[in-house]
C-alpha cells in the first residue's frame, strides 16, 4: 500500500436518523496522512453527525468509510483505534488525570511500566507533569482540555478526531489552545479531523477545510483558497465578513461578466458560478479589497458611496457606506499613517479591482 | 457614602454583625416559612417519638402504687432473708393497692419479671386487710410463694422507676435484682444456624434476637434483590428516548401511587398456594396438584412482596444518576478501545455509585422498619421486629418493652447510617 492512499475516505455516505430527512447527503471525502482536515459549518449541517460515522458511534444509512483502505462499517467503535476528544471532554470524574490517560493503554494489556512510562510522557506533552494524581473536577477548563488531547493521543492513534474541543473555553484561552493543538499535531504528524462551527478557529488550525452546509460539503479547499476564492454564495458568505451585491449578468466573456445591479449600475467581475447571460447572481467582494478614493483609472469598478457609520476597531476602521443601492455595504479602512480621513456623512469615490470580486450564485 | 462605611469598623460595629443585621430579616422570613412545618413534626413527630423513647426507661408503676415497699425493697441487699419490716409494708400497700384497685397493675408489672407471681399478688390482696402482725408468717399462711426471695427480687427490679431493664430485655437480658444482667432462660432461646454453606454457624438466640436479625436479613436480601431488579431498569429508562422513557415511567409509578395493603393483597392472590402463579406452574406442568408451592405466609412471601413494593425506592434515585451521566462518558471510552462491558464496568458503573448508595440506603431503611407487608403474607417466619413491636402495642400492653425495642431498631439504623457514612459517604448519596 502506498503512503499517498488516503487513511480516511468516505464513499457517498448518507445519513438520516427517522427514515424521512437526510442530515448527510452524498458525502465524499478523502483525508491525506498527516493531514489537518476541519469540517466547518453552522450547527446542525451535519458534520458532527460524519464524525460520528467515521468514529462508529453512528452507523451509515447508506455508503462506506474506509480507514487504511478497509471498510469499517461494521467495525465496532473500540477495534478502531481512532482517538477522539469530545465536546466536554468526557474526562472520567471518577478517576485521576493519570488513570484517565493510563485507560486505553490498560484495556491494551499494556504492561505498568510502559504504561507509566506513556502517561508520564503525554502529561510533559500537554505540560501538565505535575498534575496525574489530581482529578478532573480539580483543573480549569484549559487544563482539562488537555488533559482530553493527552488522553486521545496516548496510544498513539493515526487518526485523532476532536469534536468542537474548544467551544467551552473563553476566548483566550481558546486561541491559545489552537496554537497548541496545532503544534502537538505538527509535532506527531498525527491524523486530525476536526469539527468546529468556528471559521476563524478553522482558519487557524487547518490543513484543508471542508465547508458544511444542509449536510452538502459546499466548499473542500486550504483556508487561504477558501477565503479568497469562495465557490459559491454560502462559503462567501460564512468564511470571514462579506459584501453581497445583487444582481443580472448582462455579459459574459473569458471567465469576466458584467453584472447589472438593482439600482442601475454595471459592475465588472470574474465569473465563477455563473453560465449564461440574464442569470440572477450574488456578487462577493471583501471589505479589506474596497479602496477609498482610488487613483482615477487604475481600476475598473469605481462608484460613488455615502458614509453612513464609522467604527473604531484599532487596527482598523470599519465604514458603513450607501452604495449601489444598499446601505448595509461594510469597507475596511487600516488604520495606517496616510490612510484616508473619512467623516460620516462625507461622499466618497469608492473602488475594486474585478479580480477581487466573484460572481457566484444567486 | 462616605469612606468610613466601607472599613471593617463602623462606629464601632463589626463586619460582621452589620452582615448578621442585615441578614437577619431574610433569616426570619425564612424561619417563619418552614414554621409551620417546624411545629406540626414537633407536635406529630418528635414529641410521641421521644415520649415513647422515655417509656423505654421509665416505669413508675410499682413505686407508685406500692410506695412503702418500694422503699423497703430500696434499703435491702437482695441476699438477706426478707425482714418483718418488709413484709409489714408490702401489707400495708397490699391493702392500698387492693383499695385504689390498683392490685392489677403491680401483679402485671413484677409477673414481668417473674411468670406466674399474678395470682400471689391478686390473693394476697383480697385477704390482705385482714392479716394482722407478724406479718411475715401470716403473709407465708396466705402464699407460700412468699417465702422465696426469688419474688422479692423480682419485686426489687420492677420497683426502680428508672431501669435499662427494657432495654435490656429488648435484646434478650434479664435484670437482676442487684442491677447486674443475665441472659434469657435457656427454655425461651433457639439454636439458629447463621450464614451460607461453610460459613455458617449455628447461635443460641432469643426471640428478639432473632427478630433483629431476621429483620436485618430480610432488609438486606430485599435491598439486593431491589438493586438487581431495578439497575437494569432504570439504565433502560435513563437510556431510552424521551417519550418512551416516559411511558414506562409511569409504569414505575402507578404502582408506586397505588395502596400499600392493595399491593400486599395482590401478591396473596398471586401467590397463594391455590393462587395464580401456582395455578400456572400446575398447567405448565412444573409441579402437580399436590405438590404446589409454597410462596406465601412465609420468608419467601415476604421478599417478593417486600421487594415488588419497594422497586420504586430503588429504580427513582438510580434513574435520575443516571440520566445526569453523559453519553460522551461511555463514548469516550469505547473510542479509547474499550469493550461494552469494560467501558460499563469501569466507567459508567462507577458513576451510578451515587444512585446506588441512595436507592440501597433507601429501600434499606425503609423495609428495616417495614410492617404491614409482613404482618399480611409473612405468616411465622416472615415476621419482622415492627411486627413484634406491634404485638406489645396491642395485644400484650407491654408499652415499656416496645418502646425498648423500637429504642434499639433506632439504633441499629442510626449505627448503619453511621456506618455507611464511613464507607460510601453520605456526600456521595444523590436523592435525586
Same mark, same amino acid.
Given at each position: 500500500?502506498?503512503? %499517498? /492512499? ?31 482536515? /476541519? ?8 458534520? $458532527? ?11 451509515? $444509512? ?128 498525527? $491524523? ?91 456578487? %462577493? ?78 | ?20 443585621? @442585615? =441578614? ?22 418528635? &414529641? ?36 418483718? &419490716? ?16 390498683? !392490685?392489677?397493675? +403491680? ?16 390473693? *394476697? ?25 426469688? !419474688? ?5 427490679? @420492677? ?43 449455628? +447461635? ?16 438486606? =436480601? ?11 431498569? @432504570? ?14 415511567? !409511569? ?16 401478591? !396473596? ?35 417478593? @412482596? =417486600? ?13 435520575? +444518576? ?24 469501569? +466507567? ?26 409482613? &404482618? ?7 415476621? =419482622?421486629? *415492627? ?46
Amino acid at each position: 500500500m502506498s503512503a %499517498s /492512499t488516503p487513511l480516511v475516505r468516505f464513499e457517498n455516505v448518507q445519513k438520516s436518523y427517522d427514515g424521512e430527512v437526510l442530515v448527510v447527503k452524498d458525502f465524499n471525502l478523502d483525508v491525506e496522512r498527516g493531514e489537518f482536515l /476541519t469540517m466547518l459549518g453552522p450547527s446542525g449541517s451535519g458534520k $458532527t453527525t460524519c464524525l460520528m460515522m467515521l468514529a462508529g458511534f453512528e452507523p451509515a $444509512t447508506h455508503g462506506e468509510i474506509y480507514l487504511d483502505n478497509q471498510p469499517i462499517n461494521n467495525v465496532p467503535p473500540h477495534k478502531r483505534g481512532i482517538g477522539m476528544v469530545f465536546q466536554n471532554y468526557a474526562l472520567f470524574p471518577h478517576m485521576t488525570v493519570a488513570e484517565n490517560l493510563a485507560f486505553p493503554l490498560e484495556v491494551r494489556r499494556m504492561s505498568r511500566s510502559d504504561r507509566e512510562a506513556r502517561v508520564n510522557r503525554a502529561l510533559d506533552m500537554v505540560q501538565l507533569g505535575e498534575f496525574g494524581a489530581r482529578r478532573p473536577a480539580q483543573l480549569s477548563g484549559g487544563q482539562q482540555q488537555r488533559v482530553a488531547v493527552a488522553r486521545a493521543l496516548v496510544f498513539d492513534p493515526e487518526l485523532v478526531l476532536m469534536d468542537e474541543p474548544l467551544g467551552a473555553l473563553d476566548k483566550n484561552l481558546r486561541e491559545q489552545m489552537q496554537y497548541e493543538i496545532k503544534h502537538i499535531h505538527e509535532n506527531l504528524g498525527v $491524523t486530525v479531523v476536526y469539527v468546529t462551527h468556528d471559521q476563524s478557529e478553522a482558519l487557524t488550525m487547518s490543513n484543508r477545510i471542508a465547508v458544511f452546509n444542509d449536510g452538502v460539503v459546499q466548499q473542500l479547499a486550504a483556508p487561504d483558497v477558501l477565503y479568497e476564492k469562495p465557490e459559491n454564495a454560502f462559503v462567501a458568505q460564512f468564511i470571514g465578513e462579506n459584501n453581497k451585491l445583487r444582481g443580472d449578468v448582462t455579459a459574459l466573456e473569458d471567465g469576466r461578466c458584467v453584472v447589472s445591479t438593482a439600482s442601475g449600475h454595471q459592475v465588472q467581475a470574474i465569473a465563477v458560478n455563473v453560465s449564461q447571460v440574464g442569470q440572477p447572481t450574488t456578487l %462577493s467582494l471583501r471589505p479589506e479589497r474596497v479602496l477609498i478614493a482610488p487613483q482615477p483609472g487604475s481600476i475598473d469598478n469605481e462608484f460613488e458611496a455615502t458614509v453612513l457609520e464609522l467604527i473604531y476597531l484599532g487596527d482598523h476602521i470599519r465604514a458603513r457606506v450607501a452604495l449601489l443601492g444598499r446601505e448595509d455595504f461594510i469597507i475596511k479602512v487600516p488604520n495606517s499613517a496616510d490612510h484616508v480621513a473619512i467623516r460620516k456623512g462625507d461622499t466618497v469615490i469608492v473602488g475594486w479591482q474585478s479580480d477581487d470580486c466573484r460572481a457566484l450564485d444567486a | 457614602m462616605t469612606t468610613a462605611e466601607t472599613n471593617i469598623e463602623y462606629e464601632g460595629e463589626s463586619l460582621k454583625k452589620r452582615l448578621d443585621k @442585615a =441578614m437577619f430579616a431574610s433569616r426570619r422570613r425564612a424561619f417563619l416559612l418552614v414554621l409551620p412545618l417546624l411545629l406540626f413534626v414537633l407536635v406529630t413527630f418528635v &414529641a410521641p417519638v421521644l415520649y415513647f423513647l422515655f417509656q423505654g426507661f421509665y416505669d413508675p408503676t410499682f413505686s407508685r402504687i406500692m410506695p412503702q415497699t418500694s422503699a423497703q425493697l430500696a434499703e435491702w441487699d437482695t441476699v438477706s432473708e426478707p425482714d418483718e &419490716a418488709m413484709y409489714a409494708a408490702l401489707v400495708a400497700d397490699l391493702v392500698d393497692a387492693r383499695k385504689a384497685k390498683t !392490685i392489677g397493675k +403491680v401483679a402485671t408489672r413484677v409477673n414481668r419479671e417473674k411468670a406466674g407471681t399474678r395470682s400471689v399478688f391478686t390473693s *394476697s390482696a383480697r385477704k390482705a386487710a385482714k392479716l394482722e402482725a407478724p406479718f411475715k408468717e401470716a403473709l407465708i399462711d396466705v402464699k407460700k410463694e412468699w417465702a422465696d426471695p426469688a !419474688i422479692w427480687e423480682a419485686m426489687k427490679t @420492677a420497683s426502680n422507676t428508672w431501669t435499662l431493664g427494657y432495654y435490656a430485655n429488648a435484646l434478650d437480658y434479664r435484670q437482676n435484682a442487684d442491677g447486674s444482667y443475665r441472659r434469657q432462660d435457656a427454655s425461651r432461646r433457639v439454636d439458629t444456624e447463621v450464614g451460607f454453606g461453610d460459613w455458617s454457624f449455628t +447461635v443460641n438466640l432469643g426471640i428478639h434476637q432473632l427478630l433483629f436479625l431476621r429483620t436485618l436479613q430480610i432488609s438486606l =436480601m430485599v435491598t439486593v434483590f431491589c438493586l438487581l431488579l431495578g439497575y437494569p431498569i @432504570a439504565y433502560l429508562l435513563a437510556t431510552l428516548p424521551l417519550r418512551t422513557s416516559n411511558l414506562l415511567m !409511569i409504569l414505575v409509578l402507578l404502582p408506586f401511587w397505588t395502596s400499600i395493603l392493595v399491593r400486599t393483597t395482590s401478591w !396473596i392472590a398471586m401467590l397463594q398456594s391455590q393462587g395464580v402463579v401456582n395455578d400456572l406452574l400446575v398447567f405448565f406442568g412444573v409441579t402437580n396438584d399436590d405438590g404446589r408451592f409454597s410462596l406465601i405466609y412465609n420468608k419467601l412471601g415476604t421478599l417478593i @412482596a =417486600m421487594t415488588h413494593i419497594l422497586l420504586p425506592f430503588m429504580v427513582l434515585p438510580l434513574f435520575s +444518576v443516571m440520566k445526569g451521566i453523559p453519553p460522551s462518558y461511555v463514548r469516550a471510552a469505547k473510542s479509547l478501545g474499550a469493550t461494552n462491558w469494560t467501558a460499563f464496568w469501569r +466507567v459508567y458503573a462507577p458513576q451510578t455509585i451515587p444512585g446506588i448508595g441512595a436507592g440501597a440506603i433507601l429501600v434499606f431503611i425503609v423495609a428495616i422498619g417495614y410492617y404491614i407487608t409482613p &404482618a399480611l403474607v409473612g405468616g411465622q417466619d416472615g415476621q =419482622m421486629i *415492627s411486627n413484634f413491636i406491634d404485638f406489645h402495642m396491642r395485644k400484650s400492653l407491654n408499652w415499656n418493652l416496645a418502646a425498648g425495642l423500637g429504642g434499639v431498631l433506632l439504633v441499629i439504623v442510626m449505627f448503619l447510617y453511621w456506618l455507611y457514612d464511613r464507607i460510601v459517604g453520605i456526600d456521595n448519596m444523590k436523592m435525586g
